[in-house]
T-cell receptor
Framework: KNQVEQSPQSLIILEGKNCTLQCNYTVSPFSNLRWYKQDTGRGPVSLTI?????NTKSNGRYTATLDADTKQSSLHITASQLSDSASYICVVSSRAGTASKLTFGTGTRLQVTL | NAGVTQTPKFRVLKTGQSMTLLCAQD?????MYWYRQDPGMGLRLIHY???????AKGEVPDGYNVSRLKKQNFLLGLESAAPSQTSVYFC???????????????FGNGTRLTVT
């Protein structure tokens, strides 16, 4: 059964600090992985996508990594801001022939405080 | 350009009542989806549509029906609400099918439904 596990479940950090969120998956065959940011009371918004051949990709203060061998991805946030407070969701796509499926992680809830 | 709009934002139903959740998108996307989000669980696909007039079952379709009479609208119906359907419902759309290569899904802001 395809699974996506995210850690930690929740995290509190001080403004200006860095943090790293983890996503481990047991999805086969792996196609790609996307990170979403979900503000409280809002729908998720895509941050970035990692394909099989990509190791690192940056989007402003967000840097995603992918290790397809260990089936792990991370999302690193640099110099956190209060507006980074949100849930971060990892979504993995698996593909077999012409069919594919998205498996959602349960998310990491990040709180950035003063 | 509003993106994906869901109505209502909140609703409380009694067991056995029916209701329809409305979703509208103005991005001319072919593909639309209904998900539910529950505490401690990832988003789960209820039903989806690959174009006007088409619908298909997702991972958790029981107790729900959908219709896509117009390209921009996707309706989710609950014929006889049950407490297990208490959840936050999200509508999403994409320019290609979400089951092909993981394109960015554009989500609405959700409908919080409580069934008592």
């Amino acid at each position: 059964k395809n699974q996506v596990e995210q850690s930690p479940q929740s995290l509190i950090i001080l403004e200006g600090k860095n943090c790293t969120l983890q996503c481990n998956y047991t999805v086969s065959p792996f196609s790609n992985l996307r990170w979403y940011k979900q503000d409280t009371g809002r729908g998720p918004v895509s941050l970035t996508i990692m394909t099989f051949s990509e190791n690192t990709k940056s989007n402003g203060r967000y840097t995603a990594t992918l290790d397809a061998d260990t089936k792990q991805s991370s999302l690193h946030i640099t110099a956190s801001q209060l507006s980074d407070s949100a849930s971060y969701i990892c979504v993995v796509s698996s593909r077999a022939g012409t069919a594919s499926k998205l498996t959602f992680g349960t998310g990491t809830r990040l709180q950035v405080t003063l | 350009n509003a993106g994906v709009t869901q109505t209502p934002k909140f609703r409380v139903l009694k067991t056995g009542q029916s209701m329809t959740l409305l979703c509208a998108q103005d991005m001319n996307h072919e593909y639309m989806y209904w998900y539910r989000q529950d505490p401690g669980m990832g988003l789960r696909l209820i039903h989806y549509s690959v174009g006007e007039g088409t619908t298909a079952k997702g991972e958790v379709p029981d107790g729900y029906n959908v219709s896509r009479l117009k390209k921009q609208n996707f309706l989710l119906g609950l014929e006889s609400a049950a407490p297990s359907q208490t959840s936050v419902y999200f509508c999403a759309s994409s320019y290609v099918q979400g089951e092909w290569g993981n394109p960015p899904l554009h989500f609405g802001n959700g409908t919080r439904l409580t069934v008592t």
